[in-house]
Structure formats: C-alpha cells, structure tokens
C-alpha cells in the first residue's frame, strides 16, 4: 500500500517521499522540524519586539506597527512594554501551532 500525502501549499496529492510538489515546486518538509517555525520561533524570542518574527512570515503592517511601537515609545518605556506582551502572545501562538504566515496558513512545529 503506497501512502500518500498532500503538498503544504497547493494541496495537490504528491508522493510520501517527494521533497517538492510536482505541482507547484512548493519544498515539502520531510519528517524534520518546520524550519520556517524554528526561524519565525527564534526571531520573535530575540528580536520580537522590533516585529522581525512578523517580517518573517509576511505579516509587514503589523510588524511595522510593532516597529514603530518600540523605535518612536520605546524611550518612554511603554513602546517595549506594550511590543513585549504583543511578542509574548504571538510566542505562544508560535509554540503552540498556531501562529499563522500572511498567507492564513498555520506555521506548525512539523
Ligand atoms: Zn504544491
């Protein structure tokens, strides 16, 4: 029995052990870790409150927001407060699954 799995962009059925979807050339993730989560994950621990884990997966307006929170309230204190309780949610979206990429697809672990 030959199984099947389906492409994490187009969804169009591809082979188990296919790296790219044959129909889209989007590159599958083959078992390992979501390098694109561990990226997005990294980013907003060390550098979320300037937005970059936003940056990251396209999400430009809030994180230009979040940006100019930090850069324009960051001297009076509250820009960094308010971007590190906005970066901390969006950690533990990120942790847990469910943070999602401009695209409205959820950057997962896998
Ligand atoms: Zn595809």
Not at 24 to 31: E, H, K, L, S, T
């Amino acid at each position: 029995m030959e199984e099947k799995k389906f492409c994490q962009k187009c969804g169009a059925e591809i082979a188990k052990e296919a790296e790219v979807c044959t129909q889209c050339g989007c590159a599958q993730n083959a078992g390992g870790v979501n390098q694109k989560w561990v990226t997005t994950l990294l980013l907003c621990i060390f550098i979320g409150t300037f937005g970059a884990h936003r940056f990251y997966v396209g999400k430009t307006n809030t994180a230009v927001a979040m940006l100019l929170i930090t850069l324009l309230l960051g001297w009076l204190g509250i820009g960094v407060l308010i971007t590190a309780i906005w970066a901390l949610v969006d950690l533990i979206q990120i942790i847990c699954g469910n943070f999602t990429d401009i695209n409205g697809q959820k950057i997962a672990m896998k």
